[in-house]
């Protein structure tokens, strides 16, 4: 077989064990959802805030003022 088809294969296994994961098991899922939603923010506030610079550049700039 080619990796290709394996890869394919492997995207529909993982399909059907999702779908059956939430058909069979959705009352249990639903209960977590706000713990995912609250680790959602926690993430995001931790890995999104990455573009705002240091705080020495911070200080710096407003020495020079």
């Known amino acids: 077989m080619k990796s290709n088809t394996i ?3 492997l995207i529909g296994l ?7 994961l939430i058909v069979d098991h959705g009352q249990h ?3 977590y959802l706000p ?5 959602g923010c926690l993430f ?3 890995f999104m805030h990455g573009g705002h ?3 020495y550049e911070h200080k710096q700039d407003d020495a020079k003022q």
């Not at 993982?14 to 059956?20: D, E, F, K, N, R």
């Not at 713990?35 to 680790?39: D, E, I, K, P």
């Open 14 to 20: 993982l399909i059907v064990a999702g779908i059956y």
């Open 7 to 9: 890869r394919w294969v």
């Open 35 to 39: 713990f995912v939603f609250l680790s």
């Open 44 to 46: 995001m506030h931790l």
């Open 53 to 55: 610079g240091s705080h």
């Open 29 to 31: 899922i639903t209960s």
